[in-house]
């Protein structure tokens, strides 16, 4: 049966054709609550949390993958890098989404940025090991990097296309990163996604051949774990002995079994046979949280769902500012993600600021100022009266969605009956991916409803995605990410202004951002899609909770579900 | 289908050959039962408005996941709707795959079937090759993989991947049963005659094979109603329209059977079984009134001679 | 003789023409294999990485067809079936194939040849007690349970057998998947529990066609004159039963059980889709959804080799029991 979309929320997608230069940066990095401006970070080694639980325990993971382990664990591969990143992979920096892009240093102890941010320096962790037990040092960190230039397959982040970087090199326990242009918005994905592999073992000769397409079935890595052993059922990852952070990983032993469907992925969190879900599921409250005082559930919101509308002049009805601005009031938000959702992903709102995560760039005052603030039907019909429809006269449009996504099916059809209560007669057409992919990308839809996998530690990425007239393509062509082909010169440079603002400038940046969002309602967000996470608090303590969220929680965020493992610990083990 | 109720109701208001075959009809229960279902089901999809007072069964309008009550017969469904008025709508969409699917498939396998017996030769040998090719090419992935890629899943494209695919098996049964018919009397007096071929193969040779026809209708209406709700639960219908199999594909979706609402798994699927039943019914009443060896015996008391063993 | 050369030519037809169109379907369709990578790795790659990973996975989009259609003919016979560009990206589609196929050859292939043979043997049994109990009750309950959906049945166990019960039997998967596979009698245990239901659902819905099919064909052969002569000359019982009447019975069975084999592989694809059990049929569904050519055109291929290979063998079957078509050269 088909699962409902689970996002790698902490997937970050950089635009293909990123081209825009950004000015020169002269700035602090966003970070605000932890230990890290920009530059030095404390060298004190394992500055994570000291060791201060004993050893021992098992953690079983539920995150339905539909499909049998195929036992690989290349990090440069997107199919199998979630098994991979976070449990045997590390990346130099461990920035957290959820805190206001919160650093933890892991594999790097400190950075310092060059002059107009256009070089970095970072400094190598000493004492760490591979799991093999061979030392780790600066080389294995500038021979990954250089590896993703010679395989441009494995530069996931076109780090060296679009980002601009020119040279790695590494000297002594310095590794010093120069780009083309100012890099301080690609720190998230040099620093945090990429897992530095081991230069002796990806060097030899049958690796060396085809890095990209390496199957890597028994990954070394500096990470808390190693594979041992992974079966089509079940992967199943022990405690690393030699791992740098001393006395820890505490649990012992991970098991994640290969589930094929939610329903037994479901019923074996309901029942406490796994305790770390990353699941959607029906019926939360009568399924799962009824069934033990211990199953608690919490999903962070990282990014929009929303209805893409087609502002191509070829397409009169929707490129009407006034049809949409009617769509957007005339949708009950909280109905979407009460029957759509099952309560489970927020109500989005029209600056498509996501809320509470990124709370200090969200303006309720001009959210309600421009009506927005809670649905309004008498407006809506007005609004559509003034371009000359009505429920006698409606409007006639078709949605494309995906074929399998019921969740998304459901919201549609909340959306729908809202719709034709302001004179909308709204079409659903399920396309199979494939079709769906191919139209959105050539601009061939009415309306689209979609939301990008893309997040990052602000809604700059995300809305850069969206709005950035660089992202998009004429009808016809493939637009990488501005599939509505929205084109605002103004909105424009507020995106070229960002990287090099300062942290207060930044928040009012991306605050007129979200004006233009409500002004010209490029796109209509719907619900705010979250990292999918159940917890089982019987034996294992140490979770992320809303009051402390040391990380992106689901299994599937990388390389958090590697952080999550260092906090968790078992009861009965003390 | 509507020849059908005709049926029941005046054996004299059919004048084909074979007329014999409404009186047997009457005396085999399962053709009775079988019919009574059928009937129920066609009143149900034709006017589905005497049954259920909700007027869009698919609209989000009561209460989530609400037990079976006076209100909602069999309860409403994880996203609010009433569970009765989706099955009872549903009927219609069913009903008309099965009906409309299994009549083109049926008129394709006997035009096929019936030319190739009757031109012989090499024509024969290419038709039947192809009928046996298509017979054995496994048709779900093939429809799997065709009803996907045709980006739309509407009705038109489930109809015809039905036709295509389920028309081979009749056509085979056809080419047999003309085979046989071919050197009778009948058949070449009115050859001798004079008649055109086209003639004797539809106003001859067809009305002695009614029966079969009919089996074949019915098998390929069965077939296609199967496939069809197999195809919309696995995901590859129009989960926007309303019938037995979408019904299925939403509750399998929103595990209904594992979240305390198992009836609406239950209902929609039992539908699918009773009008399948219904069919399978029918066509086996007629395979006993074409044979007569098949006719149920009714027990006597007549000594068996005791066959002694030599 | 002329027959095995006849078969067999009908086998390389009809396996040239599924492999054909195995091969165009694909391509006549809406979309290719770059848009499907590229939504794969969330767009994340530039086209030129992405047409390198292509090329690594053994694609050559730009080679005239015509050569494309003899390289992939050629594949398909040596076993390069490439590697896999759906949910399970990089991975060998061999592997995928070899470990999916005993567990569709175990659970469907036997439960479905059990079905057939259980099933012909309570038909000639009902046929011979004409009239009696058994033969009264038997065959509307068959109609019945002939014409339920297979999907349907599975979903009914599970909701007896498995959520009623709280997971007395299990409802998915092959084994638990905290084991591990080995050759102990704990593990050969498990796997017969999970596949308890499945079984008993592709049991209980193909077993009735079967039966039916068979009683009718017996029915008919009993009321031949040479059984009657049989009776005359004073044979047993049973070996008129057997000699005469099951063994011409169950001819037109077998070419029915070889016709049918198409819709058994559908029934298969459901079991295994409601069960969730890793055989061939759920990875062509899986295959379908993610677009993952390589895949599902080697199962597309395996799926008509079966149903070829089972038909030959039925129709030998036929020769050896059914001297006429030896001699004749054809039925």
């Known amino acids: ?574 | 289908m509507t020849g059908l109720l005709v049926d029941t109701s005046g054996r004299a208001v059919t004048r084909r050959r074979g007329s014999g075959l409404t009186a047997a009809i009457r005396r085999s229960r399962k053709a009775q039962v079988g019919l009574v279902i059928l009937l129920v089901f066609c009143i149900v999809a034709v006017v589905p408005g005497l049954f259920t007072s909700v007027r869009h069964p698919n609209a989000l309008q009561f209460t989530p996941r609400l037990g079976p009550s006076g209100e909602h017969w069999l309860g409403t469904t994880s996203l609010g709707q009433d569970i009765w008025a989706q099955l009872v709508y549903g009927t219609r969409q069913s009903l008309v795959i099965a009906v409309v699917a299994g009549l083109f498939a049926t008129v394709l396998s006997v035009l096929v079937g019936v030319t190739a017996a009757y031109l012989g030769g090499l024509p024969d040998d290419v038709l039947s090759m192809i009928t046996s090719v298509f017979l054995v090419i496994p048709t779900f992935p093939l429809i799997i993989i065709f009803a996907t890629y045709a980006g739309k899943s509407t009705l038109i494209v489930v109809l015809i991947v039905l036709v295509v695919t389920g028309w081979s098996y009749g056509a085979n049964q056809m080419r047999a049963q003309m085979l046989s018919l071919r050197n009778r009397e009948f058949l070449e007096s009115a050859r001798v005659r004079g008649e055109r071929r086209t003639y004797i193969i539809f106003a001859e040779a067809l009305p002695t094979m009614t029966s079969l026809i009919v089996a074949i209708f019915l098998g390929a209406a069965l077939y296609s109603l199967l496939t069809a709700a197999g195809l919309q639960f696995i995901g590859l219908g129009d989960p926007d329209s309303s019938s037995w199999g979408t019904m299925l594909y939403w509750s399998e979706s929103q595990s209904a059977l594992q979240t305390g609402m198992p009836l609406w798994s239950i209902a929609p699927g039992l539908c699918v079984a009773l009008l399948g039943v219904s069919f399978a019914l029918i066509n086996y009443a007629f395979d006993e009134i074409s044979n007569p060896a098949l006719r149920p015996v009714r027990r006597r008391h007549v000594k068996r001679a005791r066959v002694r063993n030599t | 003789m002329r027959y095995v050369v006849r078969r067999l030519g009908f086998f390389a037809l009809t396996l040239w023409v599924a492999l054909t169109l195995n091969f165009f379907i694909p391509r006549f369709m809406p979309g290719n294999p770059l848009d499907a990578l590229r939504a794969r790795t969330h767009d994340r790659l530039s086209p030129a990485a992405l047409e390198q990973m292509l090329t690594s996975y053994g694609f050559k989009p730009h080679q005239n067809i015509f050569v494309q259609y003899l390289e992939y003919l050629r594949n398909m016979f040596t076993g390069h079936w490439g590697i896999s560009i759906g949910a399970t990206l990089g991975e060998p589609v061999s592997t995928i194939v070899w470990q999916a196929l005993p567990w569709t050859l175990g659970l469907v292939g036997v439960t479905t040849v059990l079905a057939f043979l259980l099933g012909s043997l309570i038909g000639v049994v009902a046929a011979w007690r004409r009239g009696g109990r058994l033969d009264s009750v038997l065959p509307p309950v068959f109609v019945v349970t002939s014409a339920l959906p297979y999907f349907w049945v599975g979903l009914m166990l599970i909701l007896v057998f498995s959520v009623w019960t709280h997971g007395w039997l299990p409802s998915d998967f092959n084994y638990d998947p905290d084991l591990l596979p080995e050759f102990s009698l704990g593990f050969i245990e498990n796997v017969l529990k999970h596949a308890v239901l499945p079984a008993a659902t592709i049991l209980i819905a193909s077993i009735g066609a079967w039966i039916l099919t068979m009683r009718n064909n017996m029915i008919t052969t009993l009321a031949e004159d040479y059984v009657r002569m049989g009776r005359a000359k004073g044979l047993s019982n049973s070996r008129i039963m057997t000699d005469y009447a099951a063994r011409n019975a169950m001819l037109p069975n077998l070419s029915g059980f070889a016709m049918s084999l198409g819709f058994v592989i559908t029934g298969s694809i459901l079991v295994e889709y409601v069960f969730n059990y890793p055989g061939l049929g759920y990875q062509l569904y899986n295959a379908v959804q993610n677009t993952d050519y390589p895949l599902m055109q080697a199962l597309f291929m395996l799926f008509t080799v079966a149903v070829l290979v089972a038909l030959l063998v039925c129709d030998f079957a036929i020769a050896w029991l059914d001297p006429r078509v030896r001699a004749t050269g054809s039925r």
């Open chain 1, 1 to 574: 049966m088909r699962r409902t979309k689970t996002i790698a929320a902490a997937v970050v997608s950089l635009s293909l054709l990123a081209a825009a230069c950004t000015s020169a940066t002269k700035k602090a990095t966003s970070s605000s609550a932890a230990n890290n401006p920009s530059g030095s970070v404390s060298t004190q080694p394992g500055s994570t949390a000291k060791a201060s639980h004993k050893q021992g325990g098992t953690v079983t993971i539920v995150n339905v993958q539909g499909q049998t382990w195929s036992c690989q664990f290349n990090p440069f591969n997107p199919a199998v890098y979630a098994e991979s990143l976070g449990f045997v992979y590390e990346p130099l920096v461990f920035v957290n989404l959820l805190n206001n892009a919160a650093e933890t240093p892991m594999l790097a102890s400190s950075y310092t940025w060059g002059p107009d941010k256009k070089s970095i320096t970072f400094t190598i962790r000493d004492g760490v090991k591979w799991s093999d037990g061979q030392p780790f040092s600066a080389d294995d960190v500038a021979f990954t990097f250089n590896l993703m230039k010679r395989v441009p397959a494995t530069d996931l982040y076109s780090l060296w296309t679009g980002a601009g970087l020119q040279t790695v090199t590494a000297t002594g326990n310095k590794v010093l990163l120069s780009f083309a242009k100012p890099a301080q918005p690609y720190f998230w994905y040099f620093a945090d996604q990429v897992g530095i592999v081991p230069q002796h073992i990806w060097t030899t000769a049958a690796v060396a051949a085809h890095p990209d397409t390496w199957a890597d079935a028994n990954p070394v890595g500096t990470g808390p774990f190693k594979v041992s052993p992974c079966g089509p059922n079940n992967i199943q990852y022990v405690a690393n002995p030699n791992y740098w952070q001393a006395g820890k990983p505490y649990i012992q032993k991970i098991v994640y079994p290969g589930y094929l469907d939610n329903g037994p992925g479901n019923r074996d969190l309901a029942g406490g046979k796994g305790q770390w879900g990353s699941q959607f599921i029906p019926n939360i409250k009568q399924f799962y949280l009824s069934k033990s005082p211990d199953n608690h559930t919490w999903s962070p919101p990282v990014t929009n769902v929303e209805i893409f509308p087609n502002l191509d002049p070829s397409h009169p009805q929707t490129s009407k500012l006034a049809v949409r601005q009617a769509i957007s009031m005339a949708i009950d938000r909280n109905k979407v993600s009460q029957i759509g959702e099952d309560g489970q992903q927020p109500p989005a709102n029209q600056t498509g600021i996501i809320l509470p995560t990124f709370n200090m760039y969200y303006d309720a005052s001009a959210v309600a100022a421009a009506g927005y603030d809670k649905p309004n039907v008498d407006k809506a019909k007005s609004l559509m009266a003034s371009a000359g429809y009505s429920p006698s006269n409606p409007l006639k449009l078709t949605i494309i969605t995906i074929t399998g996504y019921t969740d998304w099916d459901a919201s549609l059809a909340v959306i729908k009956q809202n719709l034709a209560s302001i004179g909308i007669d709204l079409t659903v057409q399920d396309l199979a991916q494939q079709t769906f992919n191919s139209r959105l990308y050539t601009g061939d839809f009415d309306l689209a409803y979609y939301g990008e996998p893309t997040s990052g530690p602000s809604p700059y990425y995300e809305l850069r995605q969206i709005l950035y007239s660089k992202n998009t393509a004429p009808i016809g062509k493939s637009a990488s990410t501005n599939y509505e082909r929205y084109i605002n010169p103004a909105v424009d440079a507020l995106f070229d202004q960002y990287p090099s603002a300062d942290s207060a400038t930044q928040v009012s940046l991306i605050k007129q951002i979200g004006q233009a969002m409500l002004n010209d309602v490029p796109i209509i967000p719907t619900t705010e899609s979250v990292d999918w996470f159940q917890y089982n608090t019987k034996d294992i303590a140490g979770w992320p909770t809303p009051a402390d969220p040391y990380a992106q929680p689901a299994a599937f965020n990388f390389p958090d579900a590697g952080q999550v493992l260092l906090h968790l610990y078992s009861k009965s083990a003390q």
